[in-house]
């Protein structure tokens, strides 16, 4: 069947084309893997793809005949009944797909049971396409890695400018929803690694605050931080793919509102601008987001205090090295391949006899400082989580949201993408993500505009249980800004 072009179509015109007989569920699958191997694979003329999806499964095509039988028999299970998402490869899926977290170590781990994510998309009737490569470990593997880069999937570029970081860790998500290689796609975070390969890519990413999302089946880095979350080309999908993805709990809070602008007026909004030194051509961009704001009768609060952003750093550093140690072991130990490492002393032990392979570019340093840390009843690591506590929180987020008054707070995304450097590593554009991830609290973000072609964007974090109001936010900016374009694939500015 010949279906549409397509790039930027949303799960809302897919479900109609089904709906009315335009194409099936396996006429999508189809197209998506056509569109993987046009754009994804290094098959183009310059041998460079996006290579952002790291593992076809080979179970999409039946999910998608079972689908479209029950759409025949007139059972639609919900809004993503029949349609393909792809999820990161540090989520556990039981169809023989591998997870592996980006590394070489772990390619023989084939989970038996799904995560709970996994089963919660699988029973509101989406179909897993596959998997999505991403920064190997969730980007904590050395202080000079290059975002994007696994020793199992290689580097995934940015479909915008292919010379240009899809950033991380969430790399593969972010660039094959950009490219349209999938309708939405599930990535995880523990500071950023939703919301800077998201606005890096044009997206919408919301980080869920702590605990909305399961992460059981999910590889560990830090469980006081980590979750997951949706990422797509609009907040619609976005807040669909949310929905899904979302525990009991927050499913009884009731269906998530996104699009009720009503809320909007008068509330309090403060304004962040000196997160990260802001790009010339994005403060003017950052400005007309104040604006459109103000157009739906947001109250902008502007020179709110920060805690101490390098203090934080420090300490959200010791407690990712402590927390990693302690997760890791247990996820290690508890797999059942004996072709594995089964614990961080072996994982180390494994990349070093295969350091050809696994660390051509960068090392290995952040497992091995996590290897010397202790339990987590040490001072070490009971002081950094005081302090972030205190520094993210009490001294922070609440801080400033109960002082004046706020419903959330919006700060600049990002600037441009950097240039690809795997001798030196990433070079930083920016971020806003970290007070809001060490406080478990949510954050969204939603594109803006672009500078030369490079998509950058606005971040809106809050308190606990908040996720719908930043959606409301992010709904605003885009139905006024309009500022998603799809990617070019090209090679440089200059073409």
Known sequence: ????????????????????????????????????????????????????VIEINAEARSIAVARDVERKKGLIRG???????????????????????GSLALLDNRPERDAVLIQRLRDAGAVILGKTNLSEWANFRSPWSTS????RGGLTRNPYML?????????????????????????????????????????????????????????????SQD??????????????????????????????????????RGTRVGVLRNLFGLHRDAIPIFEKVLDALQDFGVILIEGIRLPDMAELGQAELEVLLYEFKYGINLYLGGLRSNDVPRSLEALLATNSKNSVSVMPWFGQEYLEIAAERGG???????????????????EGLDYMLSKNQLAACVAPSNNPSGLIDLLTGDHNTGGSSTLAAVAGTPSLTVPTGHIHGLPVGATFFAGPGTESLLLCYGYALETT??????????MDMDE
């Open 227 to 264: 979750t997951a979350g949706p990422m797509a080309r609009t907040v619609q999908d976005c807040a669909l793919l949310y929905q899904v993805l979302r525990n009991d709990v927050a499913c009884n809070r009731g269906p998530v509102i996104f699009s009720d602008m009503s809320r909007l």
């Open 1 to 52: 069947m010949n279906l549409p072009d397509l790039s930027e179509v949303d799960t809302v015109t897919l479900q109609s084309w089904m709906g009315a007989k335009i194409c099936s569920s396996l006429d999508l699958v189809e197209a998506y893997f056509a569109r993987i191997f046009a754009h994804d694979s290094n098959n183009s003329s310059n041998g460079w793809g996006v290579n952002s």
């Open 163 to 223: 010379t240009r970081s899809a950033s991380g860790s969430s790399s593969g998500s972010a660039a094959a929803v950009a490219a349209s290689l999938c309708t939405v796609a599930v990535g995880t975070e523990t500071d950023g690694s939703i919301l800077s390969p998201a606005a890096a890519c044009g997206l919408v990413g919301l980080k869920p605050g702590l605990g909305e999302i399961s992460t059981i089946g999910v590889v560990p880095l830090a469980y």
């Open 376 to 394: 987590l009843g040490e001072d070490g690591y009971l002081n950094a989580k005081r302090l972030c506590k205190r520094l993210a929180w009490t």
């Open 481 to 490: 800004l309009a500022a998603r374009i799809p990617p070019f694939f090209k």
């Open 148 to 151: 994007g880069w696994s020793s």
């Open 79 to 101: 809004p993503l009944h029949g349609i393909p998402v792809l999820v990161k490869d540090n989520i556990e899926t039981g169809d023989g797909m591998i997870t592996s977290a």
